[in-house]
């Protein structure tokens, strides 16, 4: 297996995007990308698109050839890879694995998502198809919150977790996006704006759940030939990467208090990179929900089961304590693109552990120079699990 | 590099099928495969599914999730390519690297597409939005068949091919196809069949384009050690793969004459296969319409440029000549359900390398054994080239 880096991240402005088309946001994220890695877009040759909403909440069927041409990747290999909301960590593994494969010398993750062109409702059918569309959402009508609901509502009932103890996600989660200028919510929210938001689907409210997102987020990968050919100072190495899937029917599911497949891509991902959770710096996790913040802490081993809602309560996972979780907002304030978050939060890693986060007061310390992303599609129907090492 | 090889391979019936649903169809191809590979679901630690029309053509927005589930995968990771009517293809890379990286030993490509279950004219704009939407589609209306017219136009009026040239193309794969029972179209046509069908596009008529269907297909793809530990007698070795793409604004090509990521992605796999076109023993080529088998014929070097009619006039691409096309009916006659026409072709190839395509007139005979897959999706938006070698 060749050893492969992160040489390059670029990230557009994450929020309401009706400014640019879907080609114009993607350029927004390549080109500070390519700059970052020093190459050009001809120099790209193979190019995994995340994106989700093709024809769906965007126009475009075909976004790879059309982001790709808009910022003069043409000629390179495409593909668009589609994980539902992990769509981005696995065009992350689809640009690595022709790298590690010995295909390729360099190549481009790009996620992108356009989620704000069409109305809520429709908007809310579409997301509510990202589950199974047969049983859940046409049978019994069931929509993303309310999926989530259900996972919060057995975790209260079995650890004792409260609706402030989910609010607590949303207060960290908020005060870090008010450090990324690129994150879609930049206010600050307290505790008691938590609970007085409007209910979503119980004990979910509306700052409870992650805003429906545009935006874009590119990373260059390159092989060690190449990152020595580029004069690459601080390239951040893939150690690991994880993938599992989980049913899509929920009445199968084990129990509604974590989800197995981030448990299982956690594990392959560390056995790969030869690590363990405890010598993670910092991680990135998917919380689409405030539950599912703490339903990853405890399953991607960052406590044990039921232990999750101790380490918020205590500040672990803020700058300070025991390892940060979510220095960019997370999806909860930096927002979700779906097709995009993989991208944004593997950009994210390749920024902290290079010490370069814009906003320093975001910045975390690093020991080991070790950082992981969590990211699930659906409620646990796809999960990638990816760590980077400087 | 790790060596991989296609250890199994299955496809169920091509044709309309709203017998079934997606999950269903898939399951007509899985099922075969694995037992054709000597493998359990299980034992698949990676599925990429090539699927293009989810939420368009059929309702499901996650197809990879729940035709996975439906075949027992669950547990396995994901992705879903999507590369238009390369698609299965580019799942077929994705699978394909997953092993040759190293990070893991046995995968599967899944192509299924379902594309009748919604009226022609909604199917008609799905298809044309796989151009460049806003621009060929939304400003000028065009449609597939417009956009091959064009290049039939343009080859007829430098290379003096005629109508009944683009004729013998379609005479060719319906003669094939009535050998194939798991085709679409299984009946023969002649020229003047042809000639006088309904126009579609002018020069274009019915029987030059390839009909719209539902289909699967599916490939396991083992390591050494695994096709060793499997004890698979013949393993069909991937020997090369090669991808490019081609700008999606066709005001912007050099010509109407071939397709330029063919050339390349041709000329890559080929570099990687260490083999040249007069090696291969048979071809498996794009023909979504009669055009394109001529086109792709110059395209990838079974001739030079301007020669493909002369190939077709002499027999030359019919068992029997000097390069077999399409001995399964091509999409033309097979069927071109658009995510799984690529690992169909690869199919193909398997079964004809191992010498056991069940109708044996149609069996190519070998020398090299070796066997060669082109997969064009939009006009050359993609472009996918394998290689496999006995």
């Known amino acids: 297996m060749k050893k492969v880096a992160v040489i390059g991240a670029g990230n557009s402005k994450f929020g309401v995007r009706n400014d640019v088309n879907i080609a114009e946001l993607a350029f927004e994220a390549v080109k500070p990308c390519l ?161 007085s938001s409007m209910v979503i689907a119980s004990p979910l409210k509306l700052y409870d759940c992650c805003p429906l997102t545009d935006g874009a987020s590119a990373l260059v990968l390159a092989s060690e030939e190449k990152v020595k050919e580029l004069g690459i100072d601080t390239p951040i190495w893939v150690a690991g990467i994880g993938y599992s899937s989980g049913t899509a029917n929920l009445s199968k599911r084990p129990d509604f208090v974590g989800l197995e497949s981030s448990v299982s891509a956690s594990k392959m991902a560390h056995k790969m990179a030869n690590t363990a959770p405890d010598q993670l710096d910092f991680a990135e996790v998917h919380d689409c929900f405030t539950i599912a913040e703490i339903l990853a802490y405890e399953d991607i081993g960052l406590c044990r089961k039921g232990e999750g809602v101790k380490l918020l309560r205590e500040g672990q996972t803020e700058i300070g304590g025991k390892i940060p979780v979510n220095m960019d907002g997370g999806l909860k304030a930096k927002g979700h693109p779906i097709g995009a978050t993989g991208c944004a939060m593997i950009y994210e890693l390749t920024k902290q552990l290079r010490e370069e986060t814009v906003e320093r007061s975001r910045q975390v310390p690093l020991k080991n120079y070790i950082g992981l992303a969590h990211n699930v599609g659906g409620t646990g129907h796809y999960c990638y699990v990816t760590i980077l090492r400087r």
Chains 1, 2 share one sequence.
């Open 35 to 195: 700059e970052d890695a020093n190459a050009a877009a001809k120099d790209i040759q193979f190019v995994a698109l995340g994106s989700v909403g093709a024809g769906a909440w965007y126009e475009e069927l075909l976004p790879a050839v059309v982001t790709g041409e808009y910022c003069g990747l043409t000629g390179a290999g495409l593909v668009r890879c589609e994980a539902a909301c992990a769509s981005g960590s696995a065009a992350f593994f689809t640009a690595y694995s022709a790298i590690a494969s010995g295909q390729a010398d360099i190549t481009m993750a790009l996620g992108v998502e356009k989620m704000r062109e069409i109305d809520n409702a429709t908007s809310m059918e579409w997301i509510g198809r990202a589950g199974y569309y047969m049983w859940e959402f046409h049978n019994f009508g069931m929509t993303f919150p309310a999926y989530y609901a259900m996972y919060a509502t057995a975790h209260m009932a079995k650890f004792g977790t409260t609706e402030e103890d989910l609010a607590l996600v949303a207060v960290k989660n908020h005060k870090y996006g008010s450090m990324n200028p690129n994150a879609h919510l930049q206010n600050k929210v307290t505790v008691d704006d938590v609970l």
